[in-house]
């Protein structure tokens, strides 16, 4: 049996893709990270390590070790991320509070009020 193309292919293409929007969040922490204060700087680039790590390891594994290698990244950014985040920052549910997320229903205009009437 030879090459067929028309044969089903599998997931290599959804993890190819997989693979380029992750270089691509990296590749966007890293150019963030370059016009950032230290610190900022410092957990962009971990940040970015971290999604590298993956993405370099899945190019040769398994389906299965790249769903593996991608769950223990996202417990890994959360970890992450919930040590970056000062104290008393705002949970995520109130969020929207923040301005980050949906945005809340703008308060109605206030009722126009009628010229007043000339003196005369």
Known sequence: MGFDPMADQGPKYEKRRMMDRAKAIAAGAQAVAAGSPDQLKGQLQQFAAAITTVVETAADATDTAVADAVD???????QMVSVWAPAGAA???D???EGFGPPAEAPAPPA????AAAAG
């Not at 223990?72 to 959360?78: N, R, S, V």
């Not at 126009?112 to 010229?115: A, G, I, K, L, Y």
């Open 91 to 93: 949970a995520p549910e």
């Open 72 to 78: 223990k990244l996202a417990d890994d950014i959360d």
């Open 95 to 97: 969020a929207a509070d």
């Open 112 to 115: 126009e009020t009628p010229p």
